[in-house]
């Protein structure tokens, strides 16, 4: 052994008495933006912000994707880098292995679904929504580009025998969606078999022998048709008559002898109800008339005795399982929250689907229809926060300018937080949307830390409340849809808990468009506001709105062509009357947005700085419609927290 000498003693005494050697660079005083996010007038973000709010970030989320043919694992989506990419779970809480690594978002994926060797899936380009399909091979991991990498591809559809997808695709002239046949195994085999007009065109599902296809010609929120279409003949024929009613259609799946189908829809109804149709009669059988709400969604399982259905009711989702041979159906019981992603597994005896409330994010589970036994499949992070503690919300009710009840959902802060609270207003997208009772985020750090109340409105035109309220913005009511906002805030004043004085405005998309609005019609009534990717006037919108959505989007709000419309909308629009905001604004935008272009929030921005009216301004450039990268979220959602505390508390 080496003996530690008295010198050697000495030596080690003196280095540990002298000061560490202290690192050149200091820490940084702010929060730097990356290189893809452009400013204007937004301050720097202090570290102190950033610190305080970081594992508000820190939420992560998991959703279904599909289910493996053969054996119990799945494909789910979650985000450990800067967006939702493919990761593979081969039992109940197991590992969240990714299988994709794309500088962009992933946007669903399904197995081949009788070997499961490969599974394709969708994935955007910098934010423009021009998706491409690809095939994953398991095997080797290799990546096969399926589409042209130029065009817009989705809705891919397996055949039952796993040969061959059906999907749609803009690739002839970038406008009109056409539906297309390929065996994902061979990209060679793709072929274009029906040339179509307009945007919403989606096959739903294949028959059994391979032989047809049915496909949903979605013309709005309220009306769509459905088509047998021929691939072999390139013929389509329609099942569902245009007789000048609007009638919406959704989910069209057929049974296993292909002599009928089952749909979703409100014909007759105020409500989607699931439904049978004879091919040979096309005579519906209303078969949920007793759930006065919307099926939201619903699955047929492998062997066909069995449907899964969601009911959305008040907001809150509800699962039934119905048996085809009596047409019974049978709640089953699970935590309160809203579902998505149902998916029966190929057993029959499991279904699959991802959960979230008020307390918890969004993970995945599947039930056993049997037993009712619940298995979690997924258990996302949550920053090291305690969920439990988070508020549930409260349903509210305000009458509007005509007597229409309107309905939202309010979460206040906690009991820590004494007097009057000031309140941001957030306004959903659609504008066929639905606010619902779910997790928020890291929109909790308002609550928890600032003590800000968070209120979620469903002003008329949005959906789960009947197709009268879904279609009573339409047109030339857009601006009715104003005043519900504009009663609210009345509403807020009069609330003994919420602070009138001290309201914030926000929504992305056309929730975006709400915030302009009400900037501009009541800016006496708010104190600041944020619109995201919003239109600010909706006959530019209309105008510059990529091709293969502009006249969806006509319908609902109105066909900027004619003479009055145009007028009126025009008189109407933010942009006409953005001398009124006198209120601070914050805008955010992507650059590559196909929605809603660049342009709508840039004139909104030059003419608020040209009237010295306070405007933060954040374009992404690597973005689209909403930020999807991390990096950029999480520089959003600071810069957010500084734009609050400045002008909604101090």
């Not at 800000?452 to 197709?467: D, E, F, M, Q, T």
Request: net charge neutral; glycine share 8%; charged share 20%.
């Amino acid at each position: 052994m080496k003996r530690i000498t008295p010198l050697l003693m000495l030596t080690l005494a003196l280095c540990l008495a002298l000061p560490a050697q202290q690192p050149s660079q200091q820490a940084p005083a702010s929060f730097a933006p990356n290189e893809n996010l452009v400013l204007d007038n937004v301050p720097p973000v202090p570290m102190a912000i950033v610190d305080k709010a970081r594992r508000y970030r820190e939420f992560r989320a998991a959703s279904l994707l599909t289910w493996h043919p053969t054996k119990r694992e799945m494909l789910i989506s979650t985000r450990f880098g800067s967006v939702n990419q493919i990761h593979h779970v081969a039992m109940p809480m197991g590992a969240r292995t990714q299988m994709t690594f794309l500088p962009d978002r992933t946007t669903g994926a399904t197995f081949q679904p009788v070997t499961g060797k490969y599974f394709i899936f969708g994935h955007d380009v910098g934010g423009g929504e021009w998706f491409q399909l690809s095939r994953y091979d398991v095997d080797t991991g290799n990546i096969t580009l399926l589409t042209d990498g130029k065009s817009r591809n989705g809705a891919a559809t397996w055949a039952h025998d796993g040969s061959k997808i059906a999907y749609m695709s803009t690739r002839r002239n970038r406008r009109d969606t056409d539906m297309y046949v390929m065996d994902p195994a061979d990209p060679k085999t793709d072929k274009m078999v029906l040339e179509l007009q307009g945007g919403g065109w989606g096959p739903s599902d294949w028959s059994h022998d391979g032989k047809s296809v049915l496909l949903n010609e979605f013309i709005s929120a309220n009306e769509s048709y459905i088509w047998l279409v021929d691939p072999a003949a390139g013929t389509k024929k329609l099942l569902t008559p245009k007789t000048g009613e609007k009638i919406l259609y959704s989910g069209a799946t057929f049974t296993k002898d292909g002599k009928g189908f089952y749909a979703t829809t409100d014909k007759g109804s105020e409500f989607q109800r699931l439904a049978y149709f004879d091919m040979a009669t096309m005579n519906p059988t209303f078969l949920t008339s007793d759930i006065k709400w919307d099926i939201d969604s619903f699955e047929i399982s492998n062997d066909g005795k069995s449907i899964a259905f969601i009911a959305n009711e008040a907001g809150v989702d509800k699962l039934y399982v119905m048996d085809t041979a009596t047409k019974k159906y049978r709640p089953i019981n699970l935590p309160v929250g809203i579902l998505g992603g149902l998916e029966w597994h190929k057993s029959g005896k499991e279904i699959g689907f991802q959960l979230n409330s008020a307390k918890t994010p969004t993970d995945v589970y599947s039930v056993d229809v049997a037993t009712g036994k619940l298995t979690r499949w997924t258990q996302s992070e949550t920053g090291g926060l305690n969920t439990s503690t988070f508020p549930d919300a409260q349903l509210v009710k305000w009458k509007s300018f005509d007597g229409m009840e309107i309905t939202g959902f309010l979460y206040m802060p906690p009991a820590k937080f004494t007097g009057k609270r000031p309140v941001i207003v957030s306004i959903h997208g659609g504008p066929e949307g639905q606010a619902r009772p779910g997790f928020l985020g890291a929109t909790n750090y308002y609550l928890n830390e600032l003590g800000v109340a968070y209120l979620l409105p469903n002003i008329r035109g949005s959906s789960g409340y009947g197709k009268t309220f879904l279609m009573a913005d339409n047109g030339m009511k857009r601006d009715a849809s104003y005043k519900d906002i504009d009663a609210l805030l009345d509403w807020i004043k009069a609330s003994p808990n919420l602070d009138g004085d001290r309201i914030m405005i926000t929504g992305g998309s056309y929730g975006g468009h709400m915030t302009l609005a009400i900037a501009t019609h009541y800016s006496d009534k708010i104190r600041c506001s944020k619109a995201v990717v919003a239109m600010s006037n909706l006959v530019t919108f209309l105008e510059n709105t990529e091709a293969y959505r502009r006249d969806l989007r006509r319908v609902e709000y109105g066909d900027e062509r004619e003479p009055a419309m145009r007028e009126y909308l025009t008189r109407i629009a933010p942009m006409s009357m953005v001398k009124n905001i006198k209120k601070p604004m914050y805008i955010v935008q992507g650059k590559n947005d196909p929605r809603v272009p660049y342009t709508e929030a840039e004139q909104i921005v030059k003419t608020l700085k040209a009237n010295g009216t306070p405007a933060w301004y954040l374009l992404g450039l690597n973005e689209g419609h909403g930020f999807a990268k991390r990096e950029n979220q999480d520089f959003d959602f600071y810069t957010t927290i500084m734009f609050v505390q400045k002008y909604l508390l101090d």
